[in-house]
């Protein structure tokens, strides 16, 4: 089961900002351009972005310069003081207030190291498959700067919130730190009271955790260690810290704790001729009752549509897990667009991912397409398929509100 630590982190000193970390926080790497990492430099030229984004695209592995001149910066900011570290190991609670859809939310999440584990061992859990570029740029930048730079998110189930009531007197404390950043409020409380910290880790120890966002980066820390283990000869201490990978840890039963959908959008395609193509496969509804919506992007028409022969996903894909087949993107992918549109235009569809309805119809005007407006995956459904040993298709699951990198760093040597 998993084994949760404190640490001490690599941290920006909170005191030369004022306790506000809003000009040097990023949002994570993957979700950043060149024009993004240019404007949150242009805030402040000690932004965390400066090395945690040393190469764009990052899918892709970059010239080994660009990561020594990460690794070199860091160095600069730690000999100039803008970066310290924790002089005690320390849980890092951290909460993020936000609103969707006219609501007010707090996720509460916290921070800290967990014992590395092959996925194999059922301890800490994929939902999703990962690929290779973004794995090869983040190890790069591991070797370069011996650190996680970026933190994983997982979930947990804590239906009764212990460990919320575990923090609770760290919560009621003023926090030591904050920080905007696209319109999320983050806080973090830092503690090394040890009753708080044996109380989190003795509650952790027999709970699965769920890679929510990070399996690239997960993977990465498990490549990391092995890369080093060889470089020593195969062997390390159990408690070296390359052991360990840096966690954001939040309960899935938090109400701050939302998945919203991943819609999508196809271009250069009519509306008849994906209702065409789907008339196998769905089957006009309320907009209320359906599992995907088309909106052509040209004349904004819709057509409400309900999944109808989800048997056809085990013909096709014998062998998922059960939970596997209930999702809607299963279905959606590899039947209605892999198998029958695939089909109907003799040809692969041309699918773009986007985060929110106003892109996806947005997309869907401007490449003469049409926009599938897809329902949130349940969580439920994600716990399931990974307790099963499955992988959903990617895009599958969005979580709001991403995680702000620069908040901790975890230093491997």
Known sequence: MPEVRPFPAIRYDHSRYAGDLSAVLAPPYDVL????????????????????????????????????????????????????????????????????????????????????HPFSDNVI?????????????????????????????????????????????????????????????????????????????????DKNLYI????????????????????????????????????????????????????????????????????AGTESCNREDADVVLVEGATGMEAPLRYTDREQLKALEPDHCDPWYDLDAAYLHRYLIDELLKRKLEAEPQVRYVKSEEMARKTAREQSGVALLVNATPMSYLRAVSEAGGLMPQKSTYFYPKLATGLTINPLD
């Open 33 to 116: 351009n060149q024009a993004d990492k240019d404007a949150l430099l242009a805030k402040n030229d000690h932004n965390i972005v400066a090395i945690d984004l040393p190469h764009i695209p990052p899918k892709t592995l970059g010239p080994s310069k660009a990561y020594e001149q990460s690794a070199a910066a860091m160095t600069d900011w730690l000999d100039r003081g803008i970066l310290i570290r924790e002089d005690a190991p320390a849980l890092y609670l951290y909460h993020q207030l936000f609103e969707h859809a006219g609501t007010s939310y707090t996720r509460r999440n916290f921070i800290a190291r967990v014992r590395l």
């Open 125 to 205: 859990l994929p939902h999703e498959q990962t690929f290779g570029g973004p794995k090869e740029d983040r190890l790069a930048l591991m070797k370069t700067t011996k650190c996680n730079l970026s933190p994983v998110f997982v979930l947990y189930a804590d239906p009764q919130n212990k460990i919320g009531k575990a923090f609770a007197a760290v919560a009621a404390r003023p926090p030591d730190v904050s920080a905007s950043l696209d319109g999320i409020d983050n806080r973090m409380w830092i503690t090394k009271d040890a009753a708080v910290i044996d109380a989190v880790t003795e509650l952790m120890a």
């Open 212 to 279: 929510a966002d990070g399996h690239h980066r997960y993977g990465t820390a498990l490549n990391y260690r092995d890369w080093y283990a060889k470089g020593q000869g195969g062997s390390l201490p159990d408690d070296h810290p390359v052991n360990y990978v840096m966690l954001v840890l939040a309960g899935m039963d938090d109400p701050g704790c939302l998945i919203l959908p991943y819609h999508r959008a196809l271009a250069e395609i009519k509306l008849a001729t994906v209702l065409d193509a789907w008339s």
